[in-house]
């Protein structure tokens, strides 16, 4: 057997270790938002509410726990891949909330666009052979810039710039899920010889944020029409 052979077949069973990752952690999710917004309703509301600032302090939560993942993804991958489960979990309560805000028929709709989309550029990013860093480079600084815009909206309150902003997420997430696709080959690459779990684990999380964040954009625009 050849090295490109077994190259190819590492790669294969990288990938394959970064969507069952990913699958998992949007099945807890789906799971803990239908209960969270049906049978558990009233205790999420009260888990939400009696958490320090709320949304957004679960909202800080959330951030800090990426930036730690990120960290730990090489010397920690059970740590990784357990703040993942938390990570989608905990993202789920949040969700229950989010979705049922929302009518059934925008859900569906922004489900399936989401998932189309996703898988599209997901393809894409992984047989590419265009090199795509410029493009995550630029969704990454496009996306800073579209958190502080949306800081400064929530005292703003402006319908106006949220619905551009939602429109700007998709495009900068559209992209970012054919680079982060063609990232998880880098990374494999890059790491060969030692223990991938959290590698594999943190590259999961990076396409669970690119999904999630592209569905609830559509879900916005959804909404409003």
Known sequence: MNNQVIEAKGLNQF???VYAIFGMGLGISA???????S????ETVGFIQSFPLGLTGIWIAEIL?????????AKNPSLTL??????????????????YAYGFENVTKAFVIATATFVVMSIYG???KRDLSGIGRAGIGLLWGVIIAT???????????????????????????AYDNQRIREVYFATQG???LGFAAFMALQLYLDFINLFLSLLRIFSRD
């Open 82 to 99: 357990a703040g993942f489960i938390v990570y989608s979990l905990l993202n789920g309560l949040v969700l229950s909330i989010t979705l």
């Open 126 to 128: 992984a047989f590419t």
């Open 151 to 177: 800081v400064i909206n929530m005292f703003l309150r402006s319908a106006s710039a949220d619905y551009f902003l939602s429109y700007a997420t998709v495009v900068i997430f559209v992209g970012l899920t």
């Open 65 to 73: 726990l990426v930036l730690m993942l990120s960290a730990k993804a």
């Open 31 to 37: 799971l803990a938002a239908f209960l969270g917004s």
């Open 39 to 42: 049978v558990f309703l009233e």
């Open 194 to 196: 030692q223990n991938n």
């Open 15 to 17: 990938y394959a270790k």
